[in-house]
């Protein structure tokens, strides 16, 4: 839904930053429930939060518009998968490389190993969040990163245990 910019006079797409959209309680009490368990029916939703199986849709619905919830995802147990082993990968990109970074991205995105991508403020541009079979997998996957004509260096740190603590809204 566009909005008017009152700094440009021009119109917007509201997202999940827009101050004229704020959320209420429901809508923090709705994330909550579908952070812990996104298979979560409506009908079990609204009986939780307390409203109309009706409203709870539409609620859920325009939080999903609004661009607060992004998606939908399965929380995949790496070790399942035959990737025990965590890490985080800190990444420093060469100063000429500031005009690829959409590039760096595509290319380390493509990588299977690769599970997360977070741009950074700091010393650091990237931080990785990998999993891999084992230690030489992992050796493997830092020397392919370091290769890159776009890399100054990184940093690995291995990751023993993943917490996800309750979050409130």
Do not use: W
Not at 33 to 50: F, H, I, K, M, W
Not at 54 to 61: D, F, I
């Amino acid at each position: 839904m566009p909005v008017d910019d009152a700094t440009t006079g021009s119109e917007r797409e509201a997202g999940p930053k827009d101050v004229r959209h704020p959320l209420d309680a429901t809508d923090r009490a709705l994330l909550r429930l579908l952070e812990r368990d996104a298979r979560t029916p409506n009908s079990a939703l609204a009986e939780q939060v307390g409203i109309a199986p009706s409203t709870c849709l539409g609620r859920v619905r325009a939080l999903r518009e609004r661009g607060v919830i992004r998606g939908y995802h399965a929380d995949v147990d790496p070790a399942a998968t035959g990737h025990p082993l965590q890490a985080m990968i800190s990444v420093r990109l060469q100063a000429d490389a500031r005009s690829r970074l959409a590039e760096f991205v595509e290319r380390v995105g493509r990588l299977p190993e690769v599970r997360d991508v977070y741009f950074l403020a700091g010393e650091d541009d990237y931080l990785l969040r990998v999993a891999t079979a084992d230690t030489g997998s992992l050796r493997d996957l830092v020397t392919t990163l370091n290769a890159h004509r776009d890399v100054a260096g990184t940093r690995t740190s291995l990751i023993f245990e993943h917490h996800r603590p309750p979050h409130t809204y």
